[in-house]
């Protein structure tokens, strides 16, 4: 086995039975070697699972070793401490703002946007109770581990806070994946990853391209990768009504069908100066998103690049024309790119791997590929 342990990162609380499904991939892959060090980490608050994964990824030490401090086996680190700052923001700034509501983050992803740009500076995961890791398997006496496979039993949005903290935590031997359980699943679906233990005893890992997302705004930057897409005009502005009403397809179409009718074009300025109204604009890293909607022909998460699908303002019913297009048939071959570069005129929502933050007039936004930056288990 080429992994000294397997970490699980699930929500308590998903849709999708999450700590059922963590529970039988703990026990099948101590079925498949039971000496293989399995951890259970349950997130405890909004942005915990870009923690848990920037410590599994980063840490010297085992569990137990690390315990063993009272701050916490990454004290001091700096990839630890900026995801722990970060999930941090998230927790309090939700908590003194409701800046999630409307923002239209959900409680899995916690990426309000004061919190999701770091703009609190309270941090309340130095108060978070401390994780048991209940694991299978010898916890050893403290040797090094650092080739952990680290699972997302998650939808998109878990997985973009695992991926994130294991950029954080800069270690390329770090092997992530992703084990579906939640609502659109999109970047498990697109990918048809085999299943877990069945890669597990495969030993095939491959890297993977991640889109980079610079925000410069006040000053201020902020950097977050995307596994799948990064989205902004009418897309993230579906993705809040659909976290503020219920999921199910009939309420779906109906969330979709309300927000096209109350939607306003957004502005951008792009590169060479040029200013446009657009409908949407969208960054794909995969071909697919939303569970149906065919963005590309060409989408392909280890070509070195990603595709970008541009729609004007155009009349009402031609973008519901086009959406019906990319719901059936798809939208056909996208230009690709490298980088991609614009500036925003008024704020609105953005939304990355479906989870939503906020981006403010005047933030300049840079998309650049991370060509093969994630190690994944697939």
């Known amino acids: 086995m080429p992994f000294d342990r397997v970490v699980l990162i699930f929500n308590p609380n998903s849709t999708g039975d999450a700590p059922g499904r963590a529970e039988e991939l703990s026990k099948a892959l101590h079925d498949l070697d039971p000496g293989l060090r399995v951890e259970m980490q349950p997130t405890q608050y909004a942005g915990h699972a870009r923690l848990l994964a920037a410590q599994a990824a980063e840490a010297g030490t085992d ?8 701050s916490g086996p990454l004290a001091g680190t700096g990839a630890a401490e900026a995801a722990k700052a970060e999930a941090g923001a998230d927790s309090g ?16 992803a916690g990426a309000d946007a004061e919190a999701t740009r770091a703009h609190a500076s309270a941090d309340p995961a130095d108060s978070a109770p401390a994780t048991t890791a209940p694991a299978f398997g010898d916890p050893g006496s403290g040797g090094a581990h650092r080739r952990p496979l680290i699972v997302s039993v998650s939808g998109d949005g878990g997985y973009n806070e695992v991926v994130n903290g294991i950029m954080d935590a800069g270690n390329p031997d770090a092997v992530a994946a992703v084990v579906a359980a939640g609502n659109a699943n999109d970047h498990h ?30 000053g201020k930057q902020l950097v977050r ?3 799948s897409y990064i989205g902004i005009g009418l897309t993230p502005v579906v993705a809040v009504e659909l976290e503020k009403g ?29 200013r446009l109204p657009v409908d949407s604009l969208v960054f794909s890293n995969i071909p697919q998103m939303a569970k149906v909607l065919k963005l590309s022909e ?7 690049e990603f595709e970008v699908t ?21 939208l056909g071959p996208q230009p690709a790119y490298t980088e991609f570069r614009f500036r925003v005129l008024k704020a609105a929502p953005l939304q990355i791997d479906g989870e939503v933050m906020e981006v403010e007039a005047g933030d300049e936004i840079l998309v650049e590929i991370a060509a093969g930056a994630l190690a994944t288990l697939r």
Do not use: C
């Open 246 to 274: 219920t999921k199910g397809s009939l309420r779906e179409l109906v969330t979709v069908a309300r927000s096209f009718g109350e939607f306003r074009p957004l502005r951008i300025e792009l590169e060479d100066g040029r």
């Open 189 to 218: 679906r697109v990918t048809d990853p085999r299943p877990l233990p069945e890669a597990v005893a495969a030993e095939e890992v491959r890297p993977m391209d991640l889109l980079r997302m610079t925000v410069q705004s006040r």
């Open 63 to 70: 569990a137990e070793a690390g315990a063993a401090e009272a």
């Open 298 to 304: 060409n989408g392909d998460p280890e070509d070195g």
């Open 93 to 108: 700034a939700d908590a003194e703002a409701g800046a999630d509501a409307e923002a239209g983050a959900d409680a899995e």
């Open 310 to 330: 541009l729609t004007a303002h155009e009349p009402r019913w031609r973008v519901l024309t086009k959406a019906a297009k990319a719901a059936t048939t798809g």
């Open 225 to 227: 990768y995307a596994h």
